[in-house]
């Protein structure tokens, strides 16, 4: 499995055709369908919104057995997210998570607004909700959204132990994400 840091050059390397418009769409055929009939090896694990404006394989020009993807309103954070991440990390040998929020996000909109219709969706939104202060507007949703990532990487990075101890052994990396729907660009907070 290649390393955290060969991951993160992958995903930027693909993101960058991606937005500038020289897709490969690698890995798409029926030949790489076949290879991929024993197993997956996938070399990174994103959690990212369902949104449909928001597909991992697409923005990162990746195809399949490539990227173990697990999406959820808001990129929030449940026991089957904890789970599914685990399961790549700890069966797969994933090296790099990715969290990644987008901006426009109908979850954090929701959460924002304290709009629940469902409790299924105030399930959700209940997540994100004690990032929100009395004086946040509509017009932070990018600072909340940024805030729900950089949260959800923290809560990530305290389960080292779920993790197989991969981040105090200096093997995984959990990196925070924003992509910007219109130019099509993710940004990495490698910085934290
Ligand atoms: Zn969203």
């Known amino acids: 499995m290649i390393s955290a840091k060969e991951a993160l050059k992958k995903l930027i390397e693909g993101n960058e055709r991606f937005f500038s418009g020289n897709l490969e769409n690698p890995n798409r055929c029926n030949i790489r369908r076949g ?14 919104c369902s949104d449909s404006r928001t597909p991992g394989e697409i923005v990162f020009d990746q195809g399949l057995g490539d990227l173990f993807v697990v999406r959820v309103a808001g990129n929030i954070l449940a026991e089957e997210v904890i789970g599914s991440l685990a399961y790549a990390v700890n069966d797969l040998d994933v090296n790099l998570v990715i969290v990644m929020g987008h901006d426009h996000c109908g979850a954090v909109t929701a959460a924002l607004n304290d709009d629940n219709k469902c ?74």
């Open 35 to 48: 290879e991929l009939l024993g197993g997956q090896t996938p070399f990174a694990a994103i959690l990212s």
């Open 119 to 192: 409790i299924y969706v105030k399930s959700l939104i209940d997540k994100i909700k004690p990032l929100i202060s009395s004086h946040n507007t509509i017009d932070d949703l990018e600072k909340i959204t940024k805030r729900n990532v950089k949260n959800v990487v923290t809560q990530l990075k305290n389960l080292n132990v779920v993790f197989n101890n991969k981040i105090s052994g200096g093997k995984l990396e959990i990196i925070g994400a924003y992509y910007d729907l219109e130019t099509g660009k993710v940004d990495f907070y490698t910085d934290h």
